[in-house]
Every structure is written in C-alpha cells, then in structure tokens.
C-alpha cells in the first residue's frame, strides 16, 4: 500500500484489480492506512447487494479482531435483511424482541412519529422505529464501522430529510466501495453527487473494481476532486491513465492543485487461457425456450462427461427455472442446483451456503467437490461471489459484466479438474449470430442492458469463437473496446444498425442521468456556493422509509416484498406448515423466524397489484416486525391471483409468476 502511504493528504484510491485477487483485503489494509495517517476513527464499507454484505460483515468483523478483539462488536451490519444474518442476530442476544425499539431513533420522515402506514389501526401508538442509519453503538451509519450496500451512501446524496445524519454517519470514516463499475448511468449520479461531498469534507475514499472503464475512473476522480475544490467540474486532463493491470489510482487536492499517483503492479496470478465458444440461441424456439435449453443440456453433457462443476448464468428468473426444469431432467435433481432471488429469504440463504459449501475454496470449512454438479443461477452470482465453476455458461450481457461472471471459473488454487474442463471455458449463447448482418439477441437481454453494447460486446465474442482470451491480462483491453467509442469494434455489415442503436442508447442515458437530478441533494450549477443557503429547495415529498428510498436511486423500480403463508378452511400456517392461528397470531420467538424467512420479492410487474389488494394479517397488528409486512396466502394447488398473474411457489423453483410477459430489469434477480 505504497500508493496510500505516499498520498499528501485525504483523496480518492481506486483499486483495479482481477477477480478473486484480493482487492478487499488490500481495501481494509489501505483503510488502516489512510485512517492512521488522516485521523479517521472508522470505516463504511458499501457493496452492491445485501446477498454481498453478509459475507463483507463477517469479514470485516475478522479484520477488527485481529486488530483489537474489543472492536469486532463495534460493526453494525446496515442492509434491509439483515434480520435473517445469523451472525448479526447473535450480536442482538439478550435485546427485547424489538431490538430497533430498544436502541431507540427517528423515523425516516416521520416528523411527529405517528407514521404513515396504511395498516395502522387507529388510535394505537406507533412505533418509533429507527432509520437504518441510527441504532446505537453497534448498529447504525453512525457506528465507527459499518458494513452495507452501497445505497447507504447513495441515500446520503439524496435530497430527503435526515440526510445531514446521514453525511454525519460517514464523516470522520474512511470509506470502501467495492464493485463500482455495477452502478448504471442513474445510479452513478448519485455515487458522483456522495463523491462531491466526500472529497469536501476530505474523506478518504477507496474505491473497487475488476473492469472499470476509462471515461468511469475519470469521472469519479472528476467528481471527488471537484468537491474538495467546491468546484462545479473539475478539470482531469492531466490524470495519468494506468499502463498495467492490475493498479491503483490515487487522485487528492493540495492547495488547490491535483496531485496524481498512478501505480502499476503485477498481477500474482497467472493468465488463464479462455476458450471462448458461441452456443447460438435458437431462433424458432418456443416460449419456453425448449429447444436452446436441450441444446445446452447437449453441450453440458459432453464436456461433463467424465465429472466437473459447471455454473450457468441466465440473465432472467423464467429464463433460469425453465433451464433448470430441462437439466434436472437430463441430470437429475441431486446434481442440479438453481439461484435466484424470487426464493424466498430462507430457501436463497440455505442455497447459497450449499453452492458456497461444494464449490467455494477448497479446505477449511468446505465440503468435498462434488463429483458433477450444474449450478443455474441468474445474476446474483456475478460478482462477489466465492465459486469456482470448471466450466461457464452465460447469457450474452455487456463486456465488464461478461468478465465478471467469467470470474466464477477457475478461481481457485488446488482443484483437480477432469481432463474435458482441464481448460477454461466460456459459452456464450442467448444470441445468434447472423453472419455479415447483426446478430439476434434475447429480447430480454436488450430490455436490461440495451441493445448498443451487446452488438459491440457480440462482437468481440463471435470474434474470438474457437479462440480465446487471456484473462486477467486482456481484461482492460477488452472493456475499453466496447466502451469506446470507436465504429471498428463491429463488423462492416453491423454499423448501420451499430450507430443507430448507439444513437438510441446516448438518449435513453440522458433521459436517465436526467430523470436523477429532481432527487440529488445538489442542483446543477451550485455546486460551488460557499453555504448550504437553498439545499432545502424541495425535499422529496412524502414518506421515503428505506424500501422507498431504494427506488429513488436504483432507476425508481419499485418492487414489493411478501410474506408467503399457507392457508386454508381453518386459518393460516407457515410456508413449512405450522400453525399460525385462525389470523396469524401464533408468533413465538421461532415462528417469528419461520414466518419472516418466507419473505420473497415479487417482480417489479407484479407492484402496483400487491400494494393495491394485500396487507399483513390481522393477528400481526401488533408485532413490529410484522405489522407493516404483507402477506400473500398460498392455498393447496390453488394459484394466488395478484392482479392478472398466477402466483405460486415451489422449494426448488421459487416463485413461479405466470400470466405476463417476463419483467426487464435487473432488480431483484
């Protein structure tokens, strides 16, 4: 961490590094570093989902107790589910059953703590219970440390009440954002507004990423470095870019002027040799998709032949279960697993540590590699997440986000591979490449990334079908290129179609950056006032609890979450089947935890409908986990009917929505 400890004052470190070489550890190492030398007295560490954070807990929490066993019960774990870490309930032993309650609060937005629940029965007392940000010494943004998702830091550049407690909470930290490049062109404008107040209060921040591209690392530094200089730009002309990978980026301001330190090192991992194949999607299939999922099935079989682990990527839930109905039929069941985030809290908790049991690093608390095992999963498993698959297969989606889920493949040390997958491989299909005219692609694929960058990342990969890359080596060349602007990356016969999708492309992120700006915390052109005078111009109105706030800076997708319940003649029971009472009231300790784990959140298609016709049940009032959570009751070979879709859910399958056409975003996949 030569970088950190030669830096002249509190700036901005960007880490580009490989997968699975150790960022995060070189993140908390150069956090110690930074905090010693700046006086910082904690640290936020922001990832990309809750599903991230868990795993980032644990290991901050070992992090501190090597450096002081007192500190690791200073850490508070700041995600909306994290009621359902054990790690975290253990830390609540001994607190009521209302542990927010215990360490008292504010209310988001409640300025008289009434609330504003629609389920609130009249007359009763409304709990106070505490924004995320504020729970006490071990919990709390205002915590010395705090492992999250990088939306705690995004709500801080929000234009909403509280936010000045929520700036206060990263003051005086140092802070970590891994996983950067995952924020799209709406959410990087509020990364970019947190920047500009980070880099004025001197904050030290670093920063994380595989496949960062160039025009993104300048406009963060751009962005810190004009909040230190309560400027509204800042110009990066002179920012070095860095020669090598892996490197680091250090950008701070002293007197008024930038000073720039770019480092390269090298890689301690040898290149893998990528075999890059083209599985082409079949373009007569049916709805389902019979015919590609047999034709994967095929592929899978032969290069599982004599045994290996391969990890399929699809990039939607309908898309993920039909694949997996297929390969458990050619397979079977035990060797088969699926991933997705329409299981419900327990079912994708319980998954995860299995996939993470038979396919994470070998020794230790692992189990033993299974013989031959097909893990189908959506994006979930893309980034931050410790697998090693002998094969890949993946849906075709943009360059930097290829290379992560290429990640998942050969990422460990002292696996013995059969002779068939000795080899890494890659197959990409979910297009169909068409010769000298652009190629098809999934619809669905388009709906989430857009069309502009998959042709161009199309390109690259029907370039190198039978070839290979060499990976990590090749990873900034491969991103830039698709990133860049230039017409060559396509072939001849795509770049009328090429333009014209970029055309289309450079409005919608326009229209998106654009639609961010009623939100952020500071208007265009003020950025260099030298008071708050006008902040308060016009908050956002109404109440915005946490699940509110997501969508404001994750592109204003909302999504509802349900409870799952049984039901039938005689009142409700669990989604496992116990007893909960002619209203739901039967709520032990444990079938508290019974009944929250069957927490599941529907598509975003599916909203609008939910928050219309359901509510929680009668007998959970009173409960201040339960009161203000809806249920969906589930009868026996009945579908639930929310709005015009057929609901239900299956253990192995997860939530099964028929009835519409598949949703288009990322969110909850």
Known sequence: MGVARRMPGPGLLIVEAPMGEGKTKAALVAAEVLAARFGADGVFVGMPTQATSDPMFSHVRAWLTRIDPGLAGQVALLHGKRMFNKEWQALLDGVEADPDGFFAGIDEDDLYGMGDSPFQQGGAAER????????????????????GTIDQLLF???????????????????VVLDEV????????????????????????????????????????????????????????GALPRPRGYPSVTAACLVEGEAVYDVHDARQWR???????TVLPEVLDDGPGGESGAVALADLLGDRLAQGGCALVIRNTVSRAQHTYRVLCERFGEVQVRLLHGRMTAHDRAEGTQECLQALGPPGGNAARRPERLILVATQLAEQSFDVDADVLVTDLTTIDLLLQRLGRMHRHDGVTRPARVHRPE????????????????????EGIYGRYLLLRTAALVDAADGGGWSVPSEVPHLVERVYGGSSEVVPVGWRAEEQQARQDWAAQQEERARSAEHFLLTRAGEHAKATLDGLHYGAAPGSLAEHKLEAVVRDGQRSAEVILVRQDQRGYRTLAGRWLGVNGEVLADEVVEEVLGAT???PSKL???AERALAPLDGWAGHPWLRHSRALPLQADVPAMVGQYQVRYEEKLGLIVDGGSEGLSRRGT
């Open 600 to 602: 599941v959140r529907l």
């Open 270 to 276: 040898p290149d893998l040799d990528v075999l890059v």
């Open 426 to 445: 890659v197959i990409v299909t979910g297009f169909a490449p068409r010769g000298e005219t652009a190629p098809w692609i999934l619809p669905e694929s």
């Open 156 to 174: 801080a550049a929000t234009r909403t009440k509280h936010v000045m407690l929520r700036a206060a909470g990263l003051m005086g930290k140092v």
């Open 607 to 609: 909203t609008e409908a």
């Open 181 to 236: 490049h995952a924020a799209d062109v709406y959410m990087s404008q509020f990364l970019l507004e947190g920047l500009r107040w980070l880099g004025q209060a001197r904050v030290p921040v670093v920063l994380l990423s595989a496949t960062l591209p160039p025009g993104q690392r300048r406009d963060l530094v751009s962005a810190y470095l004009a909040g230190a200089a309560s400027a509204e730009e800042f110009d990066t």
């Open 128 to 147: 106070q219970a505490p924004a995320d940000w504020f729970l006490g010494r071990k919990r709390g943004l205002l915590s010395p440390f705090v492992v």
